[in-house]
């Protein structure tokens, strides 16, 4: 199977960059026709990706400042097949108040929803937010 990443980069503020990670996984739901509203599809092999419509900022907490802490939270997330974001999970924690900083952020996001035969649908993506000293 051929995989396929895609970036779309959104700057957010001069010391963050949210970044989608689209991949082109094959998942049961693909494969066999779901009529249930539970289905969730990741993009490629006929499913578009959801494109960024707004971005909320996602603000550096003053004690990670003082630490200097700084790095990239990734997430995991299903953007619904009304452009919201639900489910928001961290899969590489950077520090625990930047976690939710960007859980906070990436959940205030919105988006155009994926497609699949034309049809809005629930689409899993993973993104980072990249906290930046500089």
Known sequence: MRSLNRAFVAR???SIVAAFLFSSGVVLAQDQPDKTSDAVYEAGN?????????????EFSEPARGKKIHGVVMLSMIVTADGKVRDV????????????????????????PGRKDGHPVPVRL????????Y
């Open 12 to 14: 957010v503020g001069l």
């Open 46 to 58: 006929g499913v578009t990706a959801p494109k960024l419509v707004h971005a909320s900022n996602a």
């Open 89 to 112: 999970k961290v899969t590489k924690s950077l520090e625990e108040d930047l976690d939710k900083r960007a859980i906070s952020s990436v959940s205030a996001w919105r988006l155009e």
């Open 126 to 133: 993973r993104a980072q937010v990249e906290f930046n000293l």
